[in-house]
């Protein structure tokens, strides 16, 4: 194992893959239909090239490449983070043996399951983000969304490899799916409900790169700790790619809300739709819809399925070495949201006492809200420094839930419980109506030209890479 990646490859890769001619042939036999699905499901705007960052070596320093390149020439490989050849189970009954480098039989079922529900999200983030070229900001904007999808193709090769290394047919078999399943398809739809919904402007690209990434960093954040070795060097590896989707999502919130400060200033009014920015009553609307669909990407918040992925070293916690207990957790608790009974018959919003194996999702989720604070709370500080005195919210975590325990029922953003008539009433004040979607997609209109900006986004403070704003990041065909 090396930490360079060898380009003479037809797959670029660190894991030594010549020397398994078997299974290089059958990589190579999956990448030509890799490539016929980003050219039909891939980003639609035509380019000549666009300065990309590469993976060349997974170590410390200088692990990436900036260069224009011709996108459908990108080299996709195959990047394991180092292995440590002490490193040892950190958590459920296996603690303290030896890693596995192989699936052990009786775990092949979970893990192969594991990898495919992460693997599904990648291409599908690609699929649901392939016309946003056509109505960029600017061509820094236009950069890195074709950063983003290039690595989340990556990430499907990760995922593939593995499938491929340690699955036999069935992997293989998978691997194929993971090309067939398409975003939003009516047949064959992704995995995971969020997946399936459209990022139709920036906006939501924004947001789904702040909220929905960033369930991705988490989800990878738990395989990372795999007692299964090869998963948790790949997700090592993934996550050091996933920060600068995350940067993307958090600037771009970032850059939106301080432009719309800048026209509410400027013209002494709210009401900024007309003005060619977008009203902070629409970025709300936004928010409140990217986090709660990222909220149900958690799973309902009790799993027996997840107590045992982590009593047997499959999935752990985040930032498990962290954690002051016994890390098997056999007989700790966790108070976790439920519905609960009242005296009355009614039911209402509360807390339940369960084992903290099971309740694995809702501690998960915890740590997730907890980080998305971090966004607001930054949001908001550009509002005050602005003068302007509203402020954005994460709405309460039972607000338009799908999965888990407030599912069946409606809520307020404050977490009030309402009937489904007047939810029905009120949806529109606080999810995107036709009418805020309407308005999003009237602003979105190319802006290709170099050094050039939107009216409804401010500038990044910074360019990509030490360049500056006007840099030619993208040239067009
Ligand atoms: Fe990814
Ligand atoms: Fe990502």
């Known amino acids: 194992m090396t930490t360079t990646a060898d380009y003479s490859e037809k797959i670029p890769n660190n894991v030594q893959l010549h020397e398994d001619r078997r299974l290089q042939r059958a990589l190579e036999s999956w990448q030509p239909n890799f490539l016929q699905w980003w050219q039909t499901m891939g980003p639609t705007l035509p380019t000549q090239d666009v300065y990309l960052r590469t993976a060349v070596n997974v170590g410390r320093d200088g692990w990436a490449q900036f260069g224009h390149v011709p996108m459908p020439e990108y080299r996709w490989g195959i990047f394991l983070a180092e292995r440590d ?87 293989r078999e998978e691997a194929e799916e993971l090309l067939h399943r398409n975003s939003g398809s009516e047949d064959s739809p992704r995995i995971l409900g969020a997946f399936n919904e459209e990022t139709p402007d920036w ?61 509410m200033r400027s013209h002494d009014t709210d009401d900024v739709a007309g003005l060619g920015a977008i009203p902070l009553t629409t970025i709300q609307k936004y928010l409140n819809f990217h986090y709660s669909v990222s909220l149900d990407l958690f799973g309902g918040e009790t799993s027996t399925n997840v107590a045992n992925y982590y009593t047997a070293g499959l999935k752990g916690r985040w930032l498990e070495d962290r954690r002051k207990d016994d890390h098997k957790l056999a007989s700790d608790s966790i108070m976790v949201d439920s519905l609960t009974e009242e005296a009355g018959g009614g039911l209402s919003i509360g807390q339940t006492e369960v084992s903290a194996l099971v309740g694995l999702n809702t501690d998960l989720r915890r740590e997730y809200i907890a980080d998305c604070q971090g966004g607001v709370k930054r949001w908001n500080r550009i509002l005050e420094e602005g003068g302007v005195k509203q402020r954005l919210k994460l709405p309460h975590i039972a607000f338009n839930r799908k999965v888990g325990a407030f599912a069946g029922i409606e809520a307020t953003p404050d977490g009030e419980q309402i009937s489904a008539e007047e939810w029905q009433r009120r949806e529109g004040q606080w999810l995107p109506t036709d009418v805020d979607k309407t308005y999003v997609r009237s602003l979105m209109r190319p802006v290709h030209e170099r050094g050039k900006i939107a009216a409804w986004i401010a500038p990044p403070r910074n360019g990509i890479n030490g360049q500056p704003f006007d840099f030619d990041y993208v040239h067009l065909a």
Not at 121 to 145: F, H
Not at 216 to 238: I, W
Not at 244 to 253: K, P, R, Y
């Open 203 to 263: 906006l939501s690209f924004y947001m789904f790169t702040y909220f929905t990434d960033r369930d991705g960093k988490y989800q990878l954040g738990t395989l990372k700790e795999s007692a299964f070795d090869p998963l948790s060097r790949t997700c090592e590896f993934m996550l050091k790619e996933e920060a600068h989707h995350m940067m993307v999502g958090t600037t771009g919130v970032d850059r939106v809300v301080q432009r719309t400060v800048e026209v």
């Open 85 to 171: 050849p002490g490193r040892t189970i950190g958590f459920g009954e296996h603690k303290g043996e030896p890693v596995w480098a192989k699936v052990p039989g009786e775990y092949r079922a979970e893990l192969q399951r594991l990898i495919v529900i992460q693997g599904d999200t990648e291409p599908a983030s690609v699929e649901q983000q392939r016309n946003l070229g056509a109505t960029a900001p600017s061509l820094y904007d236009l950069r890195n969304l074709f950063q983003v999808n290039v690595e989340e193709g990556r990430h499907l090769w990760a995922m593939v490899y593995l499938l491929h290394a340690y699955f036999g047919r069935e992997g």
